[in-house]
């Protein structure tokens, strides 16, 4: 499936207390890296062995392709991609280019504004006490 008008908001610069041990950044090269741990002031990741500045890691656009390679697939009848293990929904709005999470059969908004791959596996983290394995290597 794809979204027409798919365009990734650029969003304020990203700050450590957002992060958390797993998730997904890109570094400045363009590589895919892992945080190991989080500081105020710096950040380890699995490719670098020494700390890095939180500028030199860049949040990671959430996309279709994304969901897909984390276990999301696309329901046409509720146009979203959805979720089994957590029947939740994630449906691109297209007035402020970002994810809303929901769950169909309550008709609940669970979050709204997400735009990068971190910001989901946090989510799903708090959700269900699990990671959300994405294999974007």
């Given at each position: ?28 090269d ?17 490719r ?90």
């Open positions: 499936k794809t979204l027409n008008n798919y365009s990734p908001k650029q969003s304020k610069a990203m700050e450590s207390k957002e992060l958390r041990i797993g998730n997904l950044l890109k570094y400045d363009g590589t895919i890296v892992e945080v190991l741990t989080v500081s105020s002031r710096d950040i380890v990741v699995k670098f062995p020494q700390p890095l500045n939180i500028s030199v890691l860049h949040p990671i656009p959430l996309t279709p392709e994304i969901l897909e390679k984390a276990g999301w697939y696309w329901n046409a009848e509720c146009n979203s991609y959805e979720h089994a293990d957590i029947r939740m929904n994630m449906q691109f709005r297209e007035v402020n280019q970002s994810w809303t999470m929901y769950n169909h059969v309550l008709k609940a908004v669970i979050a709204k504004r997400i735009y990068h791959v971190h910001q989901l596996q946090n989510l799903y983290y708090a959700l269900t006490g699990e990671e959300l394995e994405i294999n974007l290597t």
